[in-house]
Each structure stands twice: as structure tokens, then as C-alpha cells.
């Protein structure tokens, strides 16, 4: 399996940006979850979002809920992270990662174990 990443860059404080993790190749059971991290400099990576694909069954971190939106397009077999109002504290390289998760589990059980990664991609936001 393998997730490419797209989206990112630099914006300005209060804009927004979007965020696809695509998924390709054999996904097994087809029961996933894709979370978003995201790490700056310094920090320890932090989980911020989940789905899973089976049921759409989301978490956002409260730091960034009311802000941030994850959703997927299961026909495209991509997910999103829409950020809106975005912030310096935001700025950080995102990545999105796999987990094998059982039908109908939260998503968050994906915290456990992931089984691919993204690439990456930098998110800048200038104040």
C-alpha cells in the first residue's frame, strides 16, 4: 500500500489550506483508518485527526476542532484534511498515515499501530 500526499505550502494567518493522502495498491481487508499527524520543529509528532473508511467515523484534537475538518472520498480512496483559520502554532510538516483497524473500531485505535506513511508535506503559516 502506498499513500502520496498533496496539498500544503505557505499562507498567511486566517487562510486555509487542504490537505489529500491518496491510497493506492492492496489494502488487505479494506477495514482502515487514516490519521494526520503533524510535527514542528522541536515537537514530538502530534496526532490531530482520524477516519476511518469503513464507516467515516472521525476524532479531531480539540486544539484544532471547529477548525479543522477530516473527511473521504471513498471512490477516489483519498482523504482530506481541511484546514481553515490557520495559525503560526499550525505550522508544522503534516503527514498522513494507515492503520488496519477492525470494522466499525474507532478510528483512534489506529493510534496504535500505523502500517504506511505519506511523504510529508510542510504547512508554513506567516503572522
Known amino acids: 500500500v502506498e499513500l502520496v500526499q498533496s496539498g500544503g505550502g505557505l499562507v498567511q494567518a486566517g487562510e486555509s489550506l487542504r490537505l489529500s493522502c491518496a491510497v493506492s495498491?492492496?489494502?488487505?481487508?479494506?477495514?482502515?483508518?487514516i490519521l494526520w499527524f503533524r510535527q514542528s520543529p522541536g515537537k514530538e509528532r502530534e496526532a490531530i485527526a482520524c477516519?476511518?473508511?469503513?464507516?467515516?467515523?472521525?476524532h479531531v484534537i480539540n486544539s484544532v476542532k471547529g477548525r479543522f475538518t477530516i473527511s473521504s472520498d471513498r471512490a477516489e480512496h483519498t482523504v482530506y484534511l481541511q484546514m481553515n483559520s490557520l495559525n503560526a502554532e499550525d505550522t508544522a510538516v503534516y503527514y498522513c498515515?494507515?492503520?488496519?483497524?477492525?470494522?466499525?473500531?474507532?478510528?483512534?485505535?489506529?493510534?496504535?499501530?500505523?502500517?504506511?506513511w505519506g511523504q510529508g508535506t510542510q504547512v508554513t503559516v506567516s503572522s
Open positions: 498515515a494507515l492503520s488496519y483497524i477492525t470494522p466499525r473500531a474507532p478510528c483512534v485505535n489506529g493510534l496504535t499501530l500505523q502500517n504506511a
Open positions: 495498491g492492496n489494502t488487505f481487508s479494506g477495514y482502515y483508518a
Open positions: 477516519i476511518s473508511v469503513t464507516d467515516d467515523n472521525t
